[in-house]
């Protein structure tokens, strides 16, 4: 029986990760890691590792749908992923020292409050405005962001993809698809950083739930990157915002019961 709910509950946390990710590069923590912590009971950091790992299959195979579709690039966003690779391994190491709650905590608190974002207030950049930006400022400005986003990857994994999203749209002028693109293929390296900290520091995790979350997480992932590259900016915003409040109100709906 205790199999079965493990199942249900990481399947369920893969299909709003996958989405997430598919859809606008949201990180695969931001969904899997509250969700394993609160339904399954799981200690953070290893929730954590397992939503990284799923993250990396999943970024990489949504980062390949937006490539084919010419919405990915790669030579401006490789100062930014040096970057954020070296401080998600800090971020990791660091996280390792807190106690699970307050990394669980956070995490809710970060799904919510990007949902409500993209929803209020969508990123509609267009790609003309891509190249407005003087190249030394923009890798000034990925430099520094870099080191945010990474940090924060390595020491929660929630928020990491959508960081990248919010800085390459709003920082660095990049038009939406182009912008999930190139955060899904950046965070597949960082998750694979953040993952391999993970396990090298804490051991490795529930194989049944890393399975589970990570075979759920790449087909809907798959699935969403393939609507996101047809669909207007607008629906990729919302539907995300959405997504990530469902899951924050579900969770906070969990704790005040229990």
Known sequence: MELLISFIVCFIAGIGAGLGTGFAGMSAAAAISPILITFLGMPAYEAVGIALASDVLASAVSAHTYWKNKNLDVKNGIVMMVTVLLFTTIGSWVSSLLPSRTMGNFSVFMTMLLGVKFIVKPVMTTKESMNALDARQRIIRSIIFGILIGFTCGFIGAGGGMMMLLVLTSVLGYELKTAVGTSVFVMAFTAFTGAASHF???????????????????????????????????????????ILIIIGVAILGVNFIS
């Open 200 to 242: 090298a520091i804490g051991g490795i995790p529930d194989l049944w739930c890393l399975l589970v979350c990570v075979v759920s997480t790449l087909i809907w992932a798959r699935v969403a990157a393939h609507i996101a590259n047809k669909a207007e900016p607008k629906f990729l915003n919302r539907i995300t915002g959405v």
